[in-house]
């Protein structure tokens, strides 16, 4: 689902089954972007080990609205994906060395707790709005602070948002490879030498450096009868391409080589993420 216009909030996605926080929220924060993309502070909260060196904001310096009394209430999250280069491994090859930070990955997720269900609205990058008299690409926003985009999605959409959750290209990187891979299924062989992809056909488990590379994906391609043919190359594919890495988190969260790995991510993924203070 792939929708930027403005009024109601977006359609009904699919049901998530319960236990929603674990599973929904977990996928959720991850991109998201990726995420990523909510997630993980849900969990920390449930579990009650919330790391000492995950970076908070004050949730009134962001103008958010003021959360739901209930923790059965509807809510909404802004997800952002970060392209901060910052911490990401050597190893992950060349992804550029842009000074600052965008938001590579723009999101509302509404939780619906007492109706065990989650949606989705994902905002692409080079959607331009007006801001502060000027028309701008809305990811650049991000780079004067989360409560500029904060500001920004909320006036755009006309949702109000309760809550903010913010991760980096390593951070979502280290959350796949924590909870051990995604598994996906890819008709074709696939390619973006861009975004460094590549990807044999058939079912695969991706780490997460495959992962970052396929959630920013622009420039997809699939060997097709021995051609390489793009296929929704544009930021309305990309969008899809996130949703679909956040839906197989959901269904995949709960392996048993996931659930290895969350001791490893409560661990060593706090530096990547950024919540609001209102996640009391």
Do not use: C
Request: proline fraction near 6%; avoid cysteine.
């Amino acid at each position: 689902m792939t929708d930027v216009s403005p009024g109601p909030p977006p359609p009904e996605e699919p049901r998530a089954r319960r236990p929603w926080v674990r599973r929904g929220l977990i996928a959720f924060l991850v991109v998201a972007n990726f995420g990523i993309f909510g997630a993980l502070a849900a969990l920390w909260l449930g579990a009650r080990q919330v790391t000492a060196s995950v970076t908070t904001l004050d949730a009134g310096d962001l103008d958010l609205t003021e959360k739901p009394a209930e923790l059965d209430d509807p809510r909404t999250f802004l997800l952002i994906g970060s392209d901060s280069r910052a911490d990401l491994p050597e190893d992950f090859g060349n992804f550029g060395s842009f000074g600052g930070q965008r938001a590579d990955v723009i999101m509302l997720l509404q939780v619906f707790p007492d109706e065990d269900r989650i949606q989705l609205l994902s905002l692409p990058r080079d959607l331009k709005v007006t801001w502060n008299g000027t028309t701008t690409k809305i990811n650049g926003i991000f780079n004067d602070g989360p409560s500029e985009i904060v500001s920004a999605v909320r006036a755009f959409t006309d949702v109000p948002i309760h809550h903010y959750l913010q991760v980096d290209f390593a951070g979502f990187a280290g959350i796949v490879d924590a909870i051990g891979g995604i598994e996906m299924t890819f008709p074709h062989d696939a390619r973006d030498v861009k975004s460094k992809l590549q990807v044999s056909a058939g079912r695969q488990v991706i780490d997460g450096k495959t992962a970052l590379a396929l959630a920013r994906s622009r420039s997809y391609q699939e060997l097709i009868d021995g051609q390489w043919v793009y296929v929704d190359a544009s930021d309305f594919g990309r969008t899809r391409r996130q949703q679909d890495l956040l839906l197989a988190m959901i269904t995949q969260i709960d392996r048993p080589s996931s659930l290895r790995g969350f001791a490893h991510l409560l661990d060593a993924l706090g530096a990547f993420v950024t919540l609001d203070d209102a996640l009391d």
